[in-house]
């Protein structure tokens, strides 16, 4: 420890003179034995009475227990799907680290306490029971995807590991009704506050000096006079307002400027030119798609495969023919079939129409062994980055 931080300050104090500074200084800060902010309480005091339980009958119990802990887990997913099916995002990700592998070094950023200054809490999980669906073992996968359907409602899709090449769909909506109107404010409640005002006052100004701004100090004395002053009671529901928005600005876009409400463009992520060293040649424009080539797309109501790739069969404007493949990104690709329907035993190459916005990826051509490309693998996974803007680290 002494050494790592010595790479930032060549002269750390010593562990007694710490000691020493912390009882004199700053007695008024209790140091926990253990790190509570990456930590759940509940989950942390179940594993540790499960270790020290050896009679079958608590144990079972105690994951009983666990589990109904875990059940809580719904109201994030449910709290997904209200926000894809109204639009403020088009598909959420969700994925858990693997256990033993959720402490990273840049975790000890996030182990820093940060705060923000709100007086507004909603009620989200009564306000979202009465709309979700029956749900169980979603504490078993590791990723999640949320993203509607072409009736407009949230579908949800797991995975057990990220490595797995196949998504599995549920059968059922995650909201099993439509969530309207919004969810009521948490009325504050002071009387613990009330009881200790005085305390947390004087404790508060005690550490004053170490305070860097003026305006903190000042947020901190207006808070005692005003702790226990009602609220704005005629506020609106924020996420009502973002919808509210994104509709106007969709109202005055051109059909063209807005595309496909599925489709999205890697801007920051298209390649860079080349380096080149001397003359050499300019770096080629990504080419046109034509007939032959593969692509790869994203259509919502194959969400479940993935990636979904095609090859392009004819081209008339905006239109593609194209004829779908079976593969995973790190095995080879074969073209699919299906079954002519009246016939017995005959099969048809399987083709479709798409629209040219529901392309993402750049034109190209399979390798001789029938893998992807590792360019394209590469765009796969900047595209899956980048696209899948949810991301939760328990």
Excluded at 77 to 95: C, D, P, T
Excluded at 355 to 371: D, E, M, R, V, Y
Aim: hydrophobic share 35%.
């Amino acid at each position: 420890m002494v050494s790592e931080s010595q790479v930032e300050f060549p002269e750390p104090v010593s562990y007694s003179h710490f000691l020493r500074l912390w009882r004199e200084e700053a007695s008024y800060i209790a140091i926990p034995k253990h790190n509570r902010f990456s930590k759940c309480d509940t989950c942390t005091l179940i594993k540790t009475k499960l270790g020290e339980t050896r009679d079958p009958a608590k144990r079972a119990i105690l994951i009983e227990k666990r589990e109904k802990h875990l059940r809580l887990q719904k109201y994030v997913l449910a709290f997904m799907a209200y926000l894809v099916e109204r639009k403020i995002f088009r598909k959420v990700k969700i994925s858990f680290l693997m256990v033993g592998h959720t402490h990273e070094d840049v975790d000890q950023v996030f182990s820093k306490p940060t705060s923000i200054r709100t007086s507004d809490v909603y009620n989200i999980t009564e306000w979202l029971t009465p709309h979700i669906n029956a749900i169980k073992n979603h504490s078993r996968p590791h990723v999640f995807k949320i993203t509607s359907d072409e009736s407009g409602k949230a579908r949800l899709f797991w995975k057990e590991w990220s490595t797995d090449k196949k998504w599995n769909e549920t059968t059922e909506y995650i909201l099993k009704s439509d969530v309207e109107g919004e969810p009521d404010i948490v009325v504050p409640f002071f009387d613990e506050i009330h009881d200790n005002i005085d305390r947390l006052e004087n404790d508060v100004k005690t550490s004053f000096k170490c305070f860097a701004k003026e305006e903190d100090k000042e947020w901190w004395y207006c808070f005692f006079r005003n702790y226990d002053a009602p609220n704005d009671t005629n506020l609106s529901w924020p996420l009502e307002d973002l919808a509210a928005e994104k509709r106007k600005k969709h109202s005055h876009a051109s059909e063209e400027e807005l595309g496909d409400p599925f489709t999205f463009h890697l801007q920051e992520e298209t390649p860079i030119p080349p380096v080149v060293i001397g003359k050499g040649s300019s770096a080629s424009k990504p080419r046109a798609v034509s007939n032959d080539d593969f692509v790869l797309v994203d259509i919502p109501k194959y969400a479940g495969e993935w990636p979904q790739l095609c090859q392009v069969i004819n081209v008339a404007g905006d239109q593609f023919t194209v004829h779908w493949y079976r593969g995973s990104r790190t095995t080879a690709w074969t073209p699919c079939k299906r079954r002519i329907q009246g016939t017995r035993g005959k099969q048809e190459a399987w083709t479709e129409i798409i629209n040219k916005q529901q392309i993402w990826s750049s034109a190209f051509k399979l390798t001789p062994s029938g893998h992807i490309p590792k360019k394209i693998r590469d765009e796969l996974e900047s595209y899956e980055h980048y696209y899948y803007i949810f991301m939760y680290h328990p």
